[in-house]
């Protein structure tokens, strides 16, 4: 969405136009939805909190300032109502049943191995996402999925540009520790030369039974 459609759109939500919210609405529904349920590794809870935040929408469209970014203005309420949700309900770092791709599939069909590949490296990804700390997820939620800039990020986070980005430089680096952590143990090792060597000459001379 370009800035001038964005700002007219503003204008039209603090006016109080429903065809507003319905454009608004289709824009980042799905963007939400999937921010939410990446965050909270739940899908319940992130269709709860998705509608939890189109209504803060409703009641708060009069007030928006003129030059609202919608994106990181829904972002930092669903954001807000996550960690709310997690306080209220003690659960902090809890993981949740029903862990769901990071990904969503693209249109074009790619070959059987481009397919196997994609998956297996979805299942990583996912699972080192998923370890990792609520503020980590968050940051590389927002700058490598939603594509927010370091400084909206921030904004939505509530830390000024450079704290963010050294968060999401720690973020990077944990989640290449845990991508680390769940590669496939390595085979075991090769018998060495002299032993293959022994056990064929004990066979050779019948002292090896099978």
Not at 2 to 27: H, M, N, S
Request: glycine letters at 8%; hydrophobic letters at 40%.
């Amino acid at each position: 969405m370009d800035r001038e459609c964005e700002l007219a759109l503003v204008a039209r939500l603090r006016d109080g136009d429903a065809a507003a919210f319905d454009a608004v609405y289709e824009e980042y529904r799905a963007r939400l939805y999937s921010f939410l349920a990446r965050l909270s590794r739940s899908r319940d809870v992130a269709e709860d909190l998705a509608e939890e935040t189109w209504l803060r929408l409703v009641a708060s469209s009069e007030r928006l300032r003129p030059d609202t970014r919608l994106g990181p203005w829904l972002f930092t309420v669903a954001r807000n109502l996550y960690y709310s949700y997690c306080r209220s309900r003690a659960l902090g770092e809890t993981v949740f049943d029903g862990l769901i791709g990071l990904w969503p599939g693209g249109s074009s069909r790619p070959s059987p191995f481009e397919e196997t590949a994609a998956r297996e490296l979805e299942r990583r990804v996912e699972h080192g996402l998923a370890a990792l700390p609520a503020p980590y997820r968050e940051a590389l939620l927002l700058v490598a999925v939603e594509g927010l800039t370091p400084s909206e990020a921030g904004g939505v986070c509530g830390l000024a540009p450079d704290a963010f980005r050294q968060r999401l430089s720690r973020a990077r680096a944990a989640l290449d520790r845990e991508l680390g952590s769940v590669r496939a143990e390595p085979a075991s090792p090769e018998p060495r030369q002299e032993e293959v060597g022994r056990t064929a000459a004990k066979a050779e001379a019948g002292e090896v039974t099978t």
